[in-house]
Structures are given as structure tokens and as C-alpha cells.
């Protein structure tokens, strides 16, 4: 595998990841903030466009997760990827913490 594969798997990680959120509060019908936002990152988007934003995540991280052969490529990707699920996870967690506050 070339150094690009893992930076694959690391993104893969992270996008698919970042789907989960966006896709539970859409299809809940809560809004969730998206980078389509107003302010971006800030403000609150339909429920609708969470769901559109995941279906999208999905498509781009499922492409990253094909790229970088997460499935075939051994215990570093599979390391790469989960760091990615990791940075994105805990990063989402501070990050929207106090979203309703």
C-alpha cells in the first residue's frame, strides 16, 4: 500500500463517520447544523438537508473507503481508518457539546 492509501482510509474513516450524526438527526426530523448553515457550522439545517448531507458523506466516503482498500489492506488500514472514525468522533463530541445551549 502507498502512503496515499492510508490518507485514504484516514478520510474514509472520518467522512463515514460524520455520516451517522447527519443521518440520525434527519431522519428524526431535528435539526442539525451543516456547513449550509447561517452561520456555517453554527446555525441549524432542515432535517432534509442533514439527510441530503449524509447521503453525500456516504457516497464520497464509501469512494475513499474503496480507494484506500480499507477491506484488503491489512491491519495499518484498518488503523488509519479507525483513526479517522476517532478524530472525527471525538472532535464532534467537544465540538457540538453545548450546540443547544
Known sequence: M????????FFAGAILANVVPHFV??????RFPT??????GKGLSS???????ALGNLLI???LFRLGKVSSGGDPALISFFAGVAVIGIGSSL????KDK
Open 2 to 9: 502507498t502512503f496515499w492509501d492510508y490518507i485514504f482510509c
Open 25 to 30: 438527526h434527519g431522519i428524526s426530523g431535528d
Open 35 to 40: 456547513p449550509f448553515a447561517k452561520p456555517p
Open 47 to 53: 432535517p432534509a438537508l442533514n439527510v441530503v448531507w
Open 61 to 63: 466516503g464509501y469512494t
Open 95 to 98: 465540538r457540538f457539546a453545548n
